[in-house]
C-alpha cells in the first residue's frame, strides 16, 4: 500500500533515531553560488573533504548578468560570489559549469536536460525550487546551508518523514492554458499554505498528458504553496526525455534502470493523508494580482472584494492591493504594463521559447514593454538558434539575453524599476522580489506574449 514517495523515501534511509528523526541518503547534489560558501567553509574548519564528489554538480546561476558574460562580473558582490564557488569546487574536486561553459545555466534546467536528474533519486539544493526536479519522478527539495555542509560531508541530512498529498486534475485543459496555468490555479485553490507539512503527488488525466517539460513547470511551483516538494510518477514521457542524454543510463545499465523506473509509481491502494481533486475545465489562463503566488485569478475575472476575503486576513490583503496599485473587484485584464520576463526555472525552457515564438509571430512587440528573453541555459539558447526561433522574435521586435536566472530574484543587474508592472514568468510575485518597488504580475509564456505584444494584460485567446 505504498505511495510513489514511500517507496523512494524508505529506500534511501539509512537509520531512524530515538525521537523519529530520519538519516537519509541522497543520491544527487545540486550546488549554487549563493548558499554554498558558509558550507565550503564550514568543511575547512573542520578539516572534512567532500566524501562523494561524483555526486555533486557547482553551477552559478542567481548572480550571472544575462548580457556580456565574456567579461568579468561588474557588481562586486556577485564576482565575489561567483568566484568563490569556483575556488571551492577546484579545492573540494567537484564538476563545475562555470559562465561561458556550454553547461552552464540555472541549475534547475541542466540537471534535468543533462540526465543528472532521475527516477527514484533523492535530490536536495540549498534552494526552495529544487522540487522542480520531482517532475521526473524523484524526491527532490531545497535545504539550508547547514545541510549543504552536511551533505558535502556525508553524503546524508537528518530530515523529519513529511506527510502525503495527492493532487488530481481531472479531464482535458482548455486551449490556451498552459502548465504554468494549472500550478497557478492549484496555488490560488490551495492558497501558500495549504500544503505546508506535505510531499505531494500529482495525477490525473491532465497531468498524465502534459509534457516532461510541463511537468517540470508544475513541480517547481509545489514549494509556493507551502508543500516540501512535488512529484510526478515517472511514465513513458519520462523514459522518452531521458533516453540518450548524456548523463542518462546507456546500455545494459539503461535498461536494468528502466525495469526499476517502470515500479515507480503509487500502488492503486495506496493511502495518503490527503487527497484533493480539480477539474481541468475550471482552468483558464491565470494571472496574479497581489503579493504572493496565491492571490491568483483567470485572466478573465475580477480581483476578489475585500469582503469575500477572510476578515483576519483584510489588513495584509488591502496592503497587498495598495502595493500593486490594484483596487477590490476590479478586472485585471487592460491593465498596463512595462515589463515582460520570459524565463526562470520555472518557465525557461525550450518549449516556453517555442509558446512564447509561435505567438508573436507576424507581431510586434508593443512600443511600451521592455522585454527580457532569457533562457535557461546555453542548450535552451542553442535550441532557440537551431530551430529558427530567435529569427522569429528578432522579427517580432524581441532580443535574447545570455542564460541565468535574470529578473526572476534580481540578484544580478536585471531589476525592475520601483512602481513598475511587469507580468513575469517566473514563481514568486513578493514585493521587491524583482527589485525594489517593482510590481510583479505571475503568468505563463502565452500571457506574457499577449502581454508583450498589446502592451497591457491580455488574455491570448482573444488574439
Known sequence: MNTLFEKIWDKHVVDTLADGTIQLYIDRHFCHEVTSPQAFGGLRARGLKVFRPEQTLCMPDHNVPTLKQEFPIEDPISKNQVDTLASNAQEFGITYYGIGNNKNGIIHVVGPE????????????????????GAMGAIAFGIGTSEVEMTLATQCIFQRKPKTMRITVDGKRKPGVTA????????????????????????????????????????????????????????????????????????????????????????????????????????????????????GMGISGTIPSLESVDEASRISYKKALDYMGFQPGEPIQ?????????????????EDFRAFAHFVKGKKKADNVIAWLVPGSWNVARQIKEEGLDVILTEAGFSLRQPGCSACLAMNDDKVPAGKYAVSTSNRNFEGRQGPGARTILAGPLVAAAAAVTGKITDPRTL
Not at 114 to 133: F, L, W
Not at 334 to 350: E, Q
Open 114 to 133: 543533462n540526465g543528472y536528474t532521475q527516477p527514484g533519486m533523492t535530490i536536495v539544493c540549498g534552494d526552495s525550487h529544487t522540487s522542480t526536479h
Open 180 to 295: 504554468k496555468d494549472i500550478a497557478l490555479y492549484i496555488i490560488s485553490q490551495m492558497t501558500t499554505g495549504g500544503a505546508t507539512g506535505y510531499f505531494v503527488e500529482y495525477a490525473g488525466e491532465a497531468i498524465r498528458a502534459t509534457s516532461m517539460e510541463e511537468r517540470l513547470t508544475i513541480c517547481n511551483l509545489s514549494i509556493e504553496m507551502g508543500a516540501r516538494g512535488g512529484m510526478v510518477a515517472p511514465d513513458e514521457t519520462t523514459f522518452e526525455y531521458l533516453q540518450g542524454r548524456e548523463f542518462a543510463p546507456k546500455g545494459e545499465e539503461w535498461e536494468k534502470a528502466l525495469a526499476y523506473w517502470k515500479t515507480l509509481k503509487s500502488d492503486e491502494d495506496a493511502v495518503f493523508d490527503k487527497e484533493i481533486v480539480y477539474h481541468a475545465e475550471d482552468i483558464e489562463p491565470m494571472v496574479t494580482y497581489g503579493t504572493n503566488p496565491g492571490m
Open 334 to 350: 487592460g491593465k498596463s504594463i512595462d515589463y515582460v520576463f520570459l524565463g526562470s526555472c520555472t518557465n525557461g525552457r525550450i
